[in-house]
């Protein structure tokens, strides 16, 4: 019991609960920067032998991948989150996808079309930035989307996300928890360095002022989404370093409990090996 307790700290820790823990706090993990640095390079060399296995697993003919969604108010982190985890691992076994407002095409489709077009293969760790949960969040605090028709879109998604797990897919969906004081931080910083205004989106002052109500709907989410198969997981993310490091560990604790393995060769070792005692060097 204790090594499986040990196995699941970091999920349980942030697991979503009736309370938000605050924005600025480290809940588990390291307290300080230049510590969570330090196991942060150490969680890559972790990170990085598990994804290979799943990656190899899904060519040796696995069928199970891990689907990491983020979502979070603008200047989170989410971008950042992706580029300093994600950038740990090979490319190859990683499948990247940014969901903007969807686009007239898009739009002539179900929702989840969109969604479904971009989850990983077997063998990959596919990365929602931003998700079919925009699909709720938007439409509610602009008043598109009535009562009854986000309880259908919470059944939807509930029963969608229990295919994925069906199927083979661990959905892990994370919160990226920024205040209000950090996002003001981060926006005037955008437009303060000329390397970073291509970043700044004036739109983005137009969500800030719903604050109140995009806090509501995440909590109406949470609610009603963190099930068993798919639970939220509430990452607090002022202090940019700890949110990479709680990304890390729960992908790591997450692939940990799968145990990808590496594929048993369909051919003999001892004769291939027997073979390159008589190869040359090609002249």
């Given at each position: 019991?204790?090594?499986?307790?040990?196995?699941?700290?970091?999920?349980?820790?942030?697991?979503?609960?009736?309370?938000?823990?605050?924005?600025?706090?480290?809940?588990?993990?390291?307290?300080?920067?230049?510590?969570?640095?330090?196991?942060?390079?150490?969680?890559?060399?972790?990170?990085?032998?598990?994804?290979?296995?799943?990656?190899?697993?899904?060519?040796?003919?696995?069928?199970?991948?891990?689907?990491?969604?983020?979502?979070?108010?603008?200047?989170s982190?989410?971008?950042?989150?992706?580029?300093?985890?994600?950038?740990?691992?090979?490319?190859?076994?990683?499948?990247?996808?940014?969901?903007?407002?969807?686009?007239?095409?898009?739009?002539?489709?179900?929702?989840?079309?969109?969604?479904?077009?971009?989850?990983?293969?077997?063998?990959?760790?596919?990365?929602?930035?931003?998700?079919?949960?925009?699909?709720?969040?938007?439409?509610?605090?602009t008043?598109l989307?009535?009562?009854?028709?986000?309880?259908?879109?919470?059944?939807?998604?509930?029963?969608?996300e229990?295919?994925?797990?069906?199927?083979?897919?661990?959905?892990?969906?994370?919160?990226?928890?920024?205040?209000?004081?950090?996002?003001?931080?981060?926006?005037?910083?955008?437009?303060?360095?000329?390397?970073?205004?291509?970043?700044?989106?004036p739109?983005?002052?137009?969500?800030?002022?719903?604050?109140?109500a995009?806090?509501?709907?995440?909590?109406?989410?949470?609610?009603?989404?963190?099930?068993?198969?798919?639970?939220?997981?509430v990452?607090?993310?002022?202090?940019?370093?700890?949110?990479?490091?709680?990304?890390?560990?729960?992908?790591?604790?997450?692939?940990?409990?799968?145990?990808?393995?590496?594929?048993?060769?369909?051919?003999?070792?001892?004769?291939?090996?027997?073979?390159?005692?008589?190869?040359?060097?090609?002249?």
């Open positions: 019991m204790a090594k499986k307790d040990e196995g699941s700290r970091v999920r349980d820790a942030l697991r979503v609960g009736a309370e938000l823990p605050d924005p600025g706090s480290t809940p588990v993990g390291p307290g300080k920067k230049a510590k969570a640095l330090a196991k942060f390079e150490g969680a890559g060399e972790r990170l990085s032998g598990l994804q290979e296995a799943l990656y190899a697993e899904g060519v040796g003919g696995g069928r199970r991948s891990v689907l990491l969604v983020l979502q979070g108010m603008d200047t982190g989410k971008g950042g989150t992706v580029s300093h985890v994600l950038g740990l691992v090979n490319p190859m076994g990683v499948h990247y996808a940014a969901f903007k407002k969807p686009t007239a095409a898009e739009r002539r489709h179900h929702y989840l079309w969109r969604i479904r077009k971009q989850l990983p293969t077997p063998g990959q760790i596919g990365v929602f930035d931003r998700s079919h949960y925009e699909d709720i969040l938007v439409p509610r605090v008043g989307l009535t009562a009854a028709e986000r309880r259908r879109r919470y059944g939807e998604i509930n029963a969608f229990q295919e994925l797990t069906d199927t083979g897919t661990t959905v892990v969906k994370v919160f990226l928890h920024i205040s209000p004081e950090e996002q003001l931080r981060r926006l005037k910083a955008r437009l303060e360095t000329p390397e970073k205004r291509w970043k700044y989106n739109g983005d002052l137009e969500a800030r002022s719903h604050w109140p995009y806090q509501e709907a995440y909590a109406d989410i949470f609610k009603k989404t963190s099930t068993a198969h798919a639970p939220w997981y990452v607090p993310a002022d202090h940019k370093w700890y949110r990479n490091w709680a990304v890390a560990e729960l992908l790591i604790e997450t692939l940990t409990e799968l145990k990808p393995e590496f594929p048993e060769p369909d051919y003999d070792v001892a004769e291939e090996l027997a073979k390159l005692k008589g190869v040359g060097v090609p002249s």
